[in-house]
């Protein structure tokens, strides 16, 4: 019997490690493919036009590792990082799956959607930009133990000192990092802070903050999933950006939030997924170019005041739970159907 082998590629990370579980669990082994990438610049002709020529190298290198590798399937998770591998893909007749986590398309998405056996979409707006007859509804993936969190409640915080997650996701935020530490000694006051600085920023000031020491002020790069979960499973309110995968988390969790939306964030996507938040009643939208000290403990304690802990349920909490099941059982049903199976 031939070896399940499957190559996971694309920057979104956290629908990967969800789906990385489900396939572990039933043989597939994974290979995470990442090559090095140029990335396509819409708004600056002369960097695009560079990206393009460094293009052939990256889709040269993909398929070296694709022959190397010999997966039965490749999944993408988006990002232009993705797109050499899903070239790749196609020249080796190889089945491509695309997952697309935002409400519209990412522009790799629509790109390598002409190639792909299917788009696998997360939200029913998205129906709008890709082929009918590759489309179809699974939902946006998140991590098993945040899933499991919602099955069992989150846990009572009434008689505890309340806490607050502060985050720039993945790869962390400069400028919500500076903020956030100008009123950690007002928020310490009255909260237990928990803070995820972020993969992507400076050793030296991550050094730095690490000089602020306080029992009820809890600093890492990055939290583990499991330690993530423990601490949304008692968090009062969320500070972060408003990627689609955080958003989908705070959304199934029914998790208070401040939104920071990123502004540099392609087709204002970011502004799009705080808006959805926001329409559930569990989100402040506070603009980056209105954050500072005062602005952010302002939105801070409105939401405390006007956002309940847990709303009643107007999301379809399908579109999540059952997700993972849904990627899966399409990964399955490609590969089955392949001639390379």
């Not at 972020?198 to 809890?218: D, N």
């Not at 005041?305 to 899966?328: C, E, G, H, I, M």
Request: proline share 5%; net charge positive; hydrophobic share 45%.
């Amino acid at each position: 019997m031939k070896e399940k082998i499957i190559v996971l590629t694309g920057s979104h990370l956290t629908p990967a490690l969800a789906l990385k579980v489900k396939l572990k669990d039933h043989g597939w082994q994974i290979i995470d493919l990442k090559i090095p990438s140029p990335k396509f610049n819409r708004h600056q002709p002369i960097l695009a036009s560079l990206s393009l020529i460094k293009l052939p190298l990256s889709a040269f290198h993909a398929c070296q590792s694709l022959f190397r590798i010999k997966p039965k399937l490749v999944i993408s998770f988006g990002g232009y990082a993705a797109f050499p591998v899903c070239l790749a893909a196609k020249l080796f007749n190889l089945p491509l799956i695309i997952h697309e986590q935002t409400f519209a398309a990412g522009l790799t998405s629509k790109l390598t959607a002409v190639i792909a056996d299917k788009v696998a979409i997360s939200w029913p707006s998205s129906r709008l930009y890709f082929p009918k007859n590759k489309t179809v509804l699974t939902g946006n993936p998140i991590r098993q133990e945040l899933l499991k969190l919602r099955l069992r409640n989150l846990e009572s915080n009434a008689s505890h000192l309340k806490s607050i997650y502060i985050t720039g996701g993945h790869q962390g935020s400069k400028i919500i990092n500076a903020i956030g530490a100008e009123i950690l000694p007002q928020l310490l006051k009255n909260f237990i802070v928990y803070h995820q600085f972020g993969l992507a920023q400076s050793e030296s000031a991550f050094k730095q903050q690490l000089q602020f020491k306080h029992p009820r002020y809890i600093l890492k790069r990055w939290f583990s999933t499991a330690e993530l979960a423990k601490i949304l499973a008692k968090v009062d309110l969320v500070i972060s950006r408003s990627g689609v995968n955080t958003i989908t988390e705070l959304a199934y969790l029914q998790l208070p939030a401040v939104l920071i939306p990123l502004t540099t964030a392609q087709k204002n996507e970011q502004i799009t997924n705080a808006r959805f938040l926001e329409s559930l009643g569990l989100a402040i939208i506070l603009p980056q170019s209105q954050l500072n000290s005062a602005n952010l403990l302002w939105a801070i304690k409105a939401a405390l005041k006007q956002l309940p802990r847990r709303t009643s349920l107007t999301f379809d909490t399908s579109l999540v739970r059952l997700a993972t099941d849904n990627l899966y059982r399409l990964i399955e049903a490609v590969a089955h159907e392949s001639k390379n199976c």
